[in-house]
């Protein structure tokens, strides 16, 4: 065993657990089914000093931190691969001082612990439906529950916290108490340290509360949601409650003739004075008639564990959640249809009503948002096979797209798996999503906690903090340097991706000499290019001197499964900074740079004049793709696409990846013959047989043969607006009638990304980047016209499109 290691297992109170030892698989369990990940530690922590020790081993040793509270995070972000473990399980204890109705609850503790040790002086504080999940994880992403429309959510009721930074600093945050951090703890997740005591205002609840489940047959459903849309539009702050669309569960107190068919049930709770709950509550119970009414006085921990029988550990599960905005009757019809034909018994949808205390609490008082939507719909798929996986997911993604348009655009993290940074960024808004990144720099600038609804520090587009201007532009100029400094940023940064130094360090830490030698450097010289970058979170050093690597600077390397490492030496390229540096030219002429840098254009360079950087490019684009393809493929169903071609797609792996997913569709790629001559070897270890080929074609005139769907796939924004309406007007006369062109491209919408990257296609190859009117403009003049965009989790967008005439 290392040293090191064995020093860490002497300096804790707690206990160390390692691949092999006894209770390894048992610790390394979450809720989610469908995560199986090994770290190489477990650090079961019994004290804050344990939870310091086991960040600063991870730090030490390069190695990716996770937290683990309650285990419920349908993310499984809890627990990684390879990474150090922090287990608070062992800090469950839960201290309740009665007279001032306060509580001390551990960093590991559960809601089943919390509320029995507070419902014994009758107290509770709004808490998750589920007594095994963690009050942690919970709380930092706000925390619903039953009580939420009488007390707010659960971080409406917290006072306090006791923190262990990155730095392995204990610190306590409250109204008075760093309270920036304490504004962002409430809503921002685990992003700025672990939590190891929360501190809580308690009210009084129960112990006996009115509450239960109405459940009602499915020819009655719709009826059902209209009527409590309607009675919750005026109910009291003490009706608590959701909609659970279930399967029937085979229990004698279900007819035998709905046991295991799709039923839903109206839970129903009143937290208030029980006569009094059971006239409120008349109208949902006596609409109807039920299947089965079992409202009645029952005891708050029972009413917590009401929906424990249908929420076994261990399943599949895959999430999508809404805050909605509206219910409106069309709203209605999709959520009726799809829970009617929902393809899991497993499977379980809440719909949430909201308002009442929760949207009293000022929008801006903490990190957490949100306030004013009426309703949050929670679509939980859960299933037993893992061959069930497709289906169940795609069941779900097109229930999530049915309600989508009714969204107020925000989602509730505590409820939704990875859906990406846009995601994470919407459920802040800009705003309070910018106060975010600047406290996760002042608290964790290098991202030590990224195992979770991740606020990286080095977001773009948020400047920092305003501290040096005194709101009239007197220090403008500062704001100004740093964004001349930009550059400087990015040439270091193509540079080490250049000398491979995160290749070297994937094997763990080396001194500078060690590394200065393998990358062939200057030592001196080389400390400073890193030293450089650690400020903008690429790599660190180790307490004994060493380099070491970062979650940014792991994804530097070749050897990452999501190396965006050649595209960080592609933009380094000596051409492209030629091209660059003749940006004015562009600007002046309206005409690309690089073919007077060249001599030649883009297309001709790399095909022929230069192969290494056509190479490197090729290798850029297919590393690009491969997680830019998965986004597309969350966003998009492509069942029953038929035969697709894929329009200058051959650097992509999208049209392999659509099929490798199902076998029922074939495919084309249709390219120039300097492409098709490269990826014919790639296609054929693909192993997808007679199902894909590829064919030469000359795509700006016309297309070599018919097909149902036409991918276009970053393809447009290559060309101006005459050969782009070209290539769109060669696809549409080889679309089949009823068929769809689906068209992946970045949508100008004033953000940075894609404005700048517009100026790299007007100096590298005279393209552009279109907003939604000039996409829709360039569809119109080409006989077709755009029946949805939708959103993916990546900064792409899917343009469908159909025939005008169609
Ligand atoms: C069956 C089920 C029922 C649920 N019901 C509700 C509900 O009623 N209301 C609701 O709001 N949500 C609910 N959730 C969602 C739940 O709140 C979130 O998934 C939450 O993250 C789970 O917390 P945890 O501690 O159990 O999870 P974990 O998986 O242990 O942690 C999730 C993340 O929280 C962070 N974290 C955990 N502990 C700490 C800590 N001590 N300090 C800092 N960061 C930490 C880490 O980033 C970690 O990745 C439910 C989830 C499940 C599976």
Known sequence: MPSDESTLDNRIQGSVVRPGDPHYDEYRKVFNGMIDRRPSLIVRCASPADVAEGIAHARRHGLPLSVRSGGHGVTGDAVLDDSVCLDLRPMNSVTIDPDRRRALVGGGANWGEFDAAAQEYGLAVTGGRIRSTGVAGLTLGSGSGWLERKFGLTCDSLLSVELVTADGDVLRASETENSELFWGVRGGGGNFGVVTTFEFQLHPVGPQVLGGLVMYPPFQVADLIRQFRDFMATAPDEVGGALAFISAPDEPFVPEFARGKPV?????????????????????REFGPPV???VAPIAYTDLQGLLEPSNHEGMQNYWKAEFLAELPDE????IVRFTQTVPSRLTQTLLMPLGGALARVDNNAMAF????????????????????TERQISWTREFHRAVQPYSTGGAYLNFIGNEGGDRIKAAFGPEKYERLVRLKRRYDPSNVFAGNQNIPPQAEAVEEEPKETDGQGHFAPLAVLELLNGMWVARALQVAAHL??????????????????????????????????????????????????TPLSAVLSDDHPQSVGAVARLFGSNWQWQAWSQLEHSVRNGEPALDQVLGTSLLEFLDTMSPDDGALFDQAMTGLSRFLNRTILNAYDFSGAG?????????????????????????VLLDRPAITAKVRGRVREAGLGDRLDVVDCDFLRSLPEQADTIVLNRVLHDWDDDA??????????????????????????????????????LVLRGGRERSREEMAELFGRSGLRIAETINTTSPMCLLIGHALDD
């Open 264 to 284: 839903v049930g109206a839970t129903l709770a009143y937290f208030g004075p029980i006569e009094e709950g059971i006239e409120v509550l008349r109208p949902m």
């Open 292 to 294: 089965r009414d079992m």
């Open 331 to 334: 709203a209605i019809d999709h």
């Open 369 to 388: 948002g949100q306030r004013e939507a009426p309703f949050n719909i929670h679509i939980m798929s859960m299933w037993e096979d893992a061959a069930d």
């Open 500 to 549: 491979r130094i995160a290749e070297q360090l994937a094997g763990g830490p080396r001194t500078l000499t060690e590394l200065a030698t393998e990358c062939g450097c200057d030592p001196a010289a080389l400390g400073r290019l890193i030293s450089a970058l650690s400020t903008v979170g690429f790599f660190a050093r180790t307490a004994e001197d060493k380099i070491q690597q």
């Open 643 to 667: 035969r697709i071609a894929d329009v200058s797609g051959g650097h992509s792996t999208l049209l392999i990846d659509i099929l490798a997913g199902d076998p029922s569709l074939s495919g």
């Open 724 to 761: 782009a309406a070209g290539i769109l007007r060669a696809c549409r006369d080889a679309l089949r009638p009823g068929g769809r062109i689906v068209a992946v491209e970045q949508l100008m919408t004033g953000d940075k990304r894609a404005a700048f990257l517009d100026l790299q296609m």
